[in-house]
């Protein structure tokens, strides 16, 4: 069981949290004008990394704001968090 | 007329521990981004809503808990009268955020219990079925938190030593009424 | 069996509070803070039970968690009883019953026994070899062999105690009472961290504190004596808070450890009534601390486990803790100098000691000195080759060890004992360091495993460490606690030491012998009846990896895991496949460290709390009305109301007629409701909804589908437009969460931009929904100053209104089919507006009604529900609903997908509805439906999502979804049950009034 630091709350238990999946993938603005393939790449397609991956989780029984952590998969240390809009961290 | 049926009817009392469910209290759920809404709030309210996490501020009528960036919720300090639902503060909020725009008001009233605790227990209660850690929390008057208790979402303001105000979801609240008994008879 | 071993008064023996146990049905005497093992010692009792497999006599090994072979079961036949409990562990109690766990009929005759005599035809893996074919037997096999193996029995009856969680959070963890703990915790909570010290045992001060040696001594005083007075100053440290009898179960990640403090398990019965008898620890340390300590290690030779045979620590302990000798004649076997201090120890309090074997020729030690001069005879350079003795040793055999160790040469010397003990130097107890997911380094220089690379903010001390001496301890850990704590100094700076231990050990992992291996019995894993020979068996039949070799040889497979013989299994595999213990590794160690009873794991979580339910406002009156309750999600809902004499088909048919002939009267108040406000609300139901919003006049419903991005239904529901920017949104009783959750999910990360607010209303009103000819009469008594005419309020629109001086919101919408109002008030106030509707409806019949029948009449309408007839397969396209799918809207939720190449198959499973050939053959949800049944394999063409029989068109329907279903219309198709076939024709899935007529009947 992590400790999240929400950027909004602090440290909390992570079952105060739910994970979302990978960030940063941006809905399409124009989703019609893409081919089915294009479409897919969008809907289905997500990394699986052993190592640093960058994830989005929700505080659902907190703030319930979303927000992107960076976590490193092999050891669960959590790198960063970061909120929705701002850049990931380059280090 | 139609008769009110409030959620808790028992009011429970422990060597150290005290229990009971305070109703009907107003409460309201106001959201905004802008900064012209937390000054509409301040001017309508005379009450500055607090914003650093995890805070609350209060007025002679009314507390406001910190939620989230752009939420908190509004409660009266005193009882209201069951017989009626319409509440000034509410209407005044509808007429000066949401009529301007500048944010939401929604009425909660109901989708709330709260549960005033009282007594030196209190957190030893807690600890029977929070992840939450309440080792600053209880020393700190005026502090929130939104956390679980006993896998149920609650919001809990230390209202002063050794007395909070414990919010849950209505439907939840017998259950978790119920829950907390059985585990403050054994403290 | 009358022998007194008692030879001294000891701290932790309270010998004027006599307490009577009973042990395999016969009762002894014990003092109050005996374990059972350290009072049948008392009693001379060594057999305590037999081995896993051979049902080898066996006894008391040790004296604490790592027992393997004392292993009890508590209380037989009542509720209380208890597998698998350690001797060296439980706490003796007036009233207390155990009885041996491995043996049938009895311990003292023992019909498995016959399997030490068959072992040379029961290998390493005989069970996998043997057992295994044909597979189908196992399920007999398995019955004869648990049988024989006696494994402890499970409780048949509901557990009488209680059990609690509780969450820790403290700044330091100290796990260990030793001496390293005990000045870790001081050092730690005098320097302001609120710190936490657990210990397992009832006492602190570990081995420290029963050590009376002049040879061992702090400042000039005897360990144990300063201490104790470490001991008492912490008892007086305000922000530490020490937990005796709580032993950690398991070191996660982040510094989270599960602990189980036992409370009650020491006192008699009759005295834990209404207690708390275990409760579980979730500590959160910010720092943790690991005192842990060390384990003895066993030698491996022939027949090392017969009962008699102990760690030479356990006899100290016996003797200095409790006060009790193992033996008369004891004979010790050592490879180090601990033995020594055991034997000083038993001397001073004038036991025997036979002879000391040592397997190190040429050793400087002054312990070694003292005893040498009280004429105790040492045999240097010796090992035990073998013992004898079926129910207790009575004879060791030694030989000479050449100098490399490798066989025995000279002649056998035989030395009548009646206790052996063995001591192969110390193993640091590194499991919890592990299970954080710490990296062992190993030492060669006395072969063992230390921590070497902490995961978390964490440090291990002591001889958990490797530091085993008390010098070492002493001038280590102060160092390391200032550098971990950021301390400038600690008390223990300038102490005085005086230390007689030499270091010098002469490890030989499997001690050779005069024998040829496969005749020996030199056991690695006692519990499990794992011998050096099957390790060396599994390498032979190529088994590498060290966790192959253990789990066929299910060596360190037992309730011990191990904690003994480990470190010996490893050190012979290395030395057989010739590679460095280092590179080899360690088996994984899994928490818990020992185990944990269901119980304690489950806490609270039982009988009323094992779920939480969620309740209506007018939850009360259902009660009071007797009805059935169902489970949607967490909520209790009304799921009929049986009438005296009648069966819930009956009171389904009965509800169901009234509601379309009369009124019916249904708590819709679990429904999700989410307020929407803000100037984009219309342009976000655009976005999340199948239909367009943006035209919805307000005071008007709409009915709205909610899509996944893969283009599937999610969830449905009517939103009502309140005013210009402020939208109420229902979603279904189980979707309410994740809807809500979803749509702040693209409000925060998809569409900042939109000036939108979403706050969850569900609980704070509670709906009544009237339906049926009746209903308008029946809502407008409740409410007289609304105007309910069809002008004023026609179908799918809203009116604010008010009952007395309370605000409340009708809604006009069915999910019926019938003319019917919601009516959304207050909670509070939800119970009362009910209880109006019904005085008013009395007169028409109104019938409340549940969920069932709430289903069945909305199947009549071919309303679906999310859920029962969709799952996550099915676009609104399937459902033959394309008369909500926008084509004019630029983007939604789902819009792409609905045409990829997968979505817009003609052959995709459709929904449709299904009517019987014989109308009083109702359907079973869940039923295959298939064209053909001559075809091989027969090919499903879909299943049956929602069956009833309508008592207003008298006859059975069905929904279903089939393949193509859409172009089937009045084809017949067939649903093969068990026992029969039944005939369905493909139907149009509305069945009753598709011109809506009655919706303003």
């Known amino acids: ?91 | 007329m139609l008769n009110y049926t409030n959620a808790i009817t028992e009011e429970k009392s422990y060597s150290s521990l005290q229990m009971k469910e305070i109703k009907p209290v107003m409460k309201l759920v106001i959201r905004g981004k802008k900064r012209e809404f937390l000054s509409a709030i301040g001017k309508s309210l005379n009450l500055l809503l607090p914003t650093e996490a995890n805070t609350s501020s209060r007025s002679d009528k009314l507390t406001a808990l910190w939620l989230s960036p752009d939420e908190w919720m509004i409660y009266s300090n005193e009882i209201l009268n069951s017989e009626s639902n319409e509440y000034e503060t509410e209407n005044l909020l509808n007429k000066n955020i949401s009529k301007t725009n500048l944010g939401a008001v929604t009425d909660v009233t109901d989708q709330f219990v709260l549960i005033n605790m009282k007594g030196d227990k209190i957190f030893d209660l807690f600890e029977t079925g929070s992840p939450f850690n309440f080792n600053d929390f209880r020393n700190k008057k005026g502090s929130v938190t939104q956390t679980i208790l006993a896998k149920i979402d609650v919001i809990i303001h230390n209202q002063n030593q050794n007395e909070v105000n414990l919010f849950v979801r209505r439907s939840f609240s017998q259950h978790l009424f119920s829950w907390m008994n059985d585990s403050a008879s054994r403290l | 069996m009358t022998k007194n071993l008692r030879v001294k008064k000891s701290n932790l023996i309270d010998e004027t509070y006599k307490v009577s146990f009973k042990f395999n049905g016969i009762t002894y005497y014990g003092y109050k803070g005996d374990t059972l093992a350290s009072a049948l010692l008392a009693n001379d009792i060594h057999l305590v039970g037999r081995s896993f497999k051979y049902h080898r006599p066996r006894g008391i090994m040790t004296a604490g968690s790592e027992e393997p072979n004392a292993i009890v079961q508590l209380h037989n036949n009542t509720s209380r009883t208890e597998p698998n409990v350690r001797a060296t562990e439980i706490e003796i109690y007036e009233g207390l019953e155990a009885s041996s766990q491995n043996c049938w009929p009895s311990v003292n005759f023992d019909v498995g026994g016959i399997n030490n005599f068959l072992s040379p035809v029961l290998p390493a893996g005989f069970y996998y070899k043997t057992f295994m074919w044909p597979a189908s037997f196992w399920e007999k096999y398995e019955y004869f062999i648990r049988k024989s193996a006696g494994l402890g029995k499970s409780p048949t009856e509901p557990d009488p105690d209680i059990y609690e969680h509780k969450y820790i959070h403290c700044d330091v963890l100290v796990i260990g009472a030793g001496v390293s703990g005990i000045v870790a915790a001081k050092t730690s909570a005098k320097n302001g961290y609120k710190t936490l010290l657990v210990d397992e045992k009832p006492y602190l001060g570990g081995s420290t504190i029963y050590q009376n040696s002049e040879h061992f001594k702090i400042n000039n005083q005897i360990s144990s004596s300063w201490l104790e007075k470490e001991i008492n100053e912490i008892k007086k440290i305000e922000n530490l808070e020490i937990k005796t009898r709580t032993s950690v179960a398991a070191y996660h990640g982040y510094n989270f450890l599960l602990a189980r403090e036992n409370l009650t398990d020491h006192m008699p019965l009759e005295q834990r009534k209404n207690k708390i008898r275990h409760r579980l620890l979730k500590i959160r340390a910010k720092k943790v601390i690991t005192a842990t300590g060390s384990l003895e290690r066993p030698l491996i030779f022939d027949n090392n486990d017969r009962p008699g045979i102990l760690l030479s620590s356990a006899i100290e302990k016996y003797a200095s803790l409790y006060g009790v000798a193992c033996g008369e004649k004891n004979v010790l076997f050592t490879n180090n100098d601990s033995a020594y201090e055991t034997a000083i120890s038993l001397y001073q309090k004038g036991i025997n000691i036979e002879a000391i074997v040592d397997n190190r020729e040429e050793i400087d030690s002054k312990l070694i000195k003292e005893i040498e001069k009280n004429n105790i005879k040492v045999y240097k350079g010796y090992t035990v080759v073998d013992t004898s003795g079926y129910k207790r040793i009575n004879k060791v055999s030694i030989m000479q060890l050449s100098k490399d160790g490798q066989k025995v040469i000279g002649s056998k010397i035989s030395i009548s004992c009646d206790c052996l003990g063995i001591s192969g130097g110390w193993t640091p107890a590194v499991h919890l360091f592990t299970q954080s997911g710490g990296k062992l380094k190993f030492r060669d220089e006395d072969q063992v495993f230390i921590p070497n690379i902490y995961p978390s903010d964490q440090i291990s001390i002591g001889s958990c460490n490797g530091d085993f001496t008390l010098d070492e301890i002493l001038s280590t850990v102060p160092k390391t606690l200032k550098e971990f704590l950021n301390l400038k100094k600690t008390d223990y700076e300038d102490l005085e030491i005086k230390s007689s231990f030499n270091k010098s050990k002469r490890n030989i992992w499997l001690l050779p012998s005069d024998k040829v291996i496969g005749k020996t019995k030199p056991f690695v894993d006692y519990q499990n009846d794992a011998t050096a020979k099957d390790i060396k068996l599994a390498l032979r039949e190529g088994f590498r990896s060290i966790e192959h070799v253990k789990r066929y040889t299910t060596t360190g497979m037992g309730t011990d895991q191990g904690k003994l013989g480990n470190m010996h299994a490893l050190g012979i595999i290395a030395e057989t496949a010739g590679s460095k213990m280092g590179e080899l590794g360690t088996t994984t160690f899994r928490p818990p460290y020992t185990p944990l009873t269901f119980g304690t794991i489950v806490g609270r979580n039982v009988g009323e709390y094992f779920d939480i339910f969620r309740k209506t406002p007018i939850h009360a009156w259902h009660i009071e009305n007797k009805a059935e309750f169902e489970n949607v999600g967490q909520w209790k809902r009304a799921w009929y109301y049986p009438k005296k004499g009648e069966n819930m088909h009956d009171a389904v048919q009965r509800e169901s007629k009234a509601a379309r002939d009369s009124a019916g009267i249904l708590d819709a108040s679990t429904l999700g409701k989410i307020d929407i406000q803000g100037t984009d609300a219309s342009e976000f139901l655009n976005r999340v909804y199948t239909n367009a919003w943006s035209k919805l006049a307000i005071g008007k419903c709409r009915y709205g589908l909610m899509l996944n991005e893969d283009g599937m239904v999610y969830d449905d529901g009517v939103t009502t437009r309140l005013d210009e920017n402020h939208y109420i949104m229902t979603t279904t009783t189980g979707g309410a969460a994740t809807v809500l959750g979803k749509l702040e999910d693209y409000l925060q990360t998809e569409w900042p931009e939109l000036d939108v607010y979403l706050t969850s209303v569900t609980d704070h009103y509670a709906t009544v929904s009237v339906c049926g000819p009746y209903s308008k009469k029946i809502v407008s008594r409740v409410i007289p100053d609304l105007d309910f005419s069809d002008e004023n309020f026609p179908h799918m629109s809203f009116k604010d209104a008010k009952i007395g001086k309370i605000k409340c919101r009708v809604m006009r919408i069915s999910f019926t089919g019938e003319h019917s109002y919601e009516i959304n008030v207050q909670a509070n106030y939800g119970k009362s507006v009910w209880e109006k509707c019904m005085e008013a409806g009395k007169e028409f019949n109104i019938t409340p009604y549940g969920t069932e029948t709430m289903h069945l009449l909305r199947a009549e309408k071919g309303f679906i529900i999310v859920g029962q007839d969709t799952d996550a397969t099915m676009t609104p396209i399937d459902l033959q609903m394309d008369w909500i799918v926008s084509k004019k809207k630029y983007d939604f939720i789902g819009k792409r997908s609905l045409y990829r190449s997968d979505t817009i198959r003609e052959d995709r499973k459709q929904l449709v509805g299904l009517l019987t050939e014989n109308p009083n053959d109702v359907l079973e949800e869940g039923a295959q439906i298939v064209a053909d049944m001559n075809k091989s394999p027969v090919e499903m063409l879909g299943h049956v999502t929602s069956s009833y029989y309508s008592p207003n068109l008298k006859k059975s329907i069905a929904l279903g979804v089939v393949r193509n279903g859409k172009n089937m219309m009045g084809q017949k198709l067939i649903i093969p049950m068990e026992d029969k076939q039944i005939n369905v024709t493909v139907a149009d899935p509305v069945f009753l009034d598709k011109e809506n007529k009655r919706l303003n009947a």
């Open chain 1, 1 to 91: 069981m992590f400790i999240i630091n929400c950027p909004y709350c602090g440290e909390r238990e992570q079952s105060e949290f739910k994970a979302g999946g990978e960030a940063h993938i941006v809905r399409p603005k124009q989703p019609t004008e893409l081919s089915d393939d294009e479409w897919a790449e969008y809907l289905f397609m997500r990394k699986n990394i052993k190592g640093i991956q960058f994830e989005r989780w929700v505080h659902t029984h907190g703030c319930r704001k979303w927000f992107n952590v960076v976590r490193d998969t092999s050891n669960d240390k959590i790198k960063a968090v970061y909120k929705m809009g701002e850049k990931p961290p380059t280090k």
